[in-house]
């Protein structure tokens, strides 16, 4: 996993430069001491990452030893179908590449807070840290209460670091404990006022060093980093491939440099919104035009289209649709196709059966279903690359009944 800087997150140009939130403001909104419940304050702390550069630190159950990075804390979104071990959950990200970055779920539990018994003076404890029969897994065992030099302290188990160190504490993935007193926090203890500024921050490393003895309980608490929780999820392996999906697009995202100006970027969306708004005009008269025509009375103009209409009113010589033959003010007049077959059949009949009729009941053209199609479209123009086409003698003959010389019934059955 590569170490990242924060620079490199967020590109040549970070997002969050001008939004540097000083520490006493953020730990009256993610400190110990607030009284929101730990999962609203889950959700909180995910909707402030989207202004403020969030960089927060845990010890994991998993690696007792270190202190992981976890940045910018997202709610993953709940999509169109649910997935219970995601929706909803809040996932830091370890790594600063959004194609290697691990996501890491935050549970209520880590920013519970919790008392612990550590070292009043931070150098002291470090300075143990260096004393193998001090160390379990590299945290210092538990103090006695009764100790010279031990403090009750509440800090919450996930910290959110200051925001105007993120840049350098987020250097790394993991650092070890003794590591991170001596990059963050031994250097800058000469340093007139600030151990006072950073309580909160020295105090949260004191518990993090700290190791508790196991519980009998009730509850049963078992030996392990003070600080420690759980982040292990049981996911699917379509989840799990969600989940990373998801990860590579949030930090792509997050990743993405911002313009110098934002003239472009104001430009780009004052003609998006006008694009949008001509198509929701022309959508909105599209449909009150279908709405339009859906109100009138079932007619041939209805059915087949106002063009079709035209055509069809020229080639049977009537000026209104009023006027049109029996027959295709009939087919205007069906909601459904299948009702169609009948109406043309029963007119090919009438007209086969009168005396005047070219052709009887034995050789009249049978409606076949390519003739129905053109029938029913009123193709009635062949082309000249397709004799096939349209209400001609070949048509008839070859498609109607191949022995029948007569196509005039057609014309006949249309016109009359």
């Known amino acids: 996993m590569s170490s990242q800087t924060l620079s490199t997150i967020m590109g040549s140009a970070p997002v969050w430069d001008n939004y540097v ?3 006493n403001q953020l730990l009256n909104v993610t400190g110990p001491l607030v009284a929101t419940p730990p999962d609203q304050l889950l959700q909180h702390l995910a909707q402030l990452s989207l202004e403020t550069p969030i960089v927060m630190g845990a010890v994991l159950h998993d690696d007792p030893e270190n202190i992981t990075i976890l940045n910018v804390p997202r709610a993953y979104p709940r999509g169109v179908v649910a997935q ?3 929706d909803g959950n809040i996932y830091g990200f370890v790594g600063g590449s959004a194609t290697d970055a691990v996501p890491v779920h935050i549970p209520a539990a880590g920013l519970a807070p919790v008392a ?8 002291t404890l470090r300075t143990e840290l260096n004393t193998p029969a001090n160390v379990i897994d590299g945290l210092r065992i538990p103090i006695a209460a009764a100790h010279a030099n031990a403090q009750a302290l509440t800090v919450q188990r996930a910290m959110v670091f200051p925001t105007e160190m993120a840049a350098v504490i987020q250097a790394q993935a993991v650092y070890s404990i003794p590591q991170f007193y001596d990059l963050f926090i031994g250097p800058n203890m000469a340093t007139p006022g600030w151990a006072v500024t950073y309580e909160e921050f020295i ?4 518990c993090a060093a700290m190791r508790v003895a196991a519980v009998v309980g009730p509850p049963a608490v078992p030996a392990g980093p003070a600080l420690g929780f759980a982040t292990q ?6 989840q799990q ?12 995202l997050v990743t993405s440099k ?4 934002v003239a472009p970027i104001v430009a780009s969306i004052n003609n998006l919104c006008q694009d949008l708004t001509t198509i929701n005009a022309d959508c909105r008269e599209e449909e009150e ?5 859906a109100a009138l009375p079932q007619s041939f103009a209805k059915r087949f289209g106002i063009p079709v209409c035209e055509e069809v009113m020229r080639y049977v010589e009537v000026d209104s649709m009023d006027n049109l033959p029996p027959l295709l003010k009939t087919l205007g007049s069906h909601t459904k196709q299948a009702n169609d077959h009948v109406a043309i059949r029963s007119a090919i009949d009438i007209r086969a059966s009168e005396n005047i009729c070219v052709a009887n009941q034995w050789s009249k053209p049978v409606l076949t279903a390519s003739l129905l199609v053109i029938f029913r479209e009123h193709r009635l123009i062949a082309t000249g690359d397709n004799y096939g086409e349209g209400f001609t003698p070949f048509t008839i003959t070859c498609a109607g009944r191949r022995i029948c010389p007569w196509s005039s019934i057609y014309s006949s059955v249309i016109k009359e």
């Open 21 to 23: 939130v000083p520490f």
């Open 84 to 86: 219970a071990n995601l």
């Open 116 to 123: 612990v018994t550590s070292h009043r003076d931070p150098a």
């Open 203 to 206: 105090q949260w490393w004191c």
């Open 233 to 238: 999820q049981v996911l699917t392996v379509p």
């Open 241 to 252: 491939r969600l989940l990373n999906n998801w990860t590579r697009r949030t930090l792509s």
């Open 258 to 261: 911002v313009p110098d100006t």
């Open 289 to 293: 035009e279908k709405a339009r025509i």
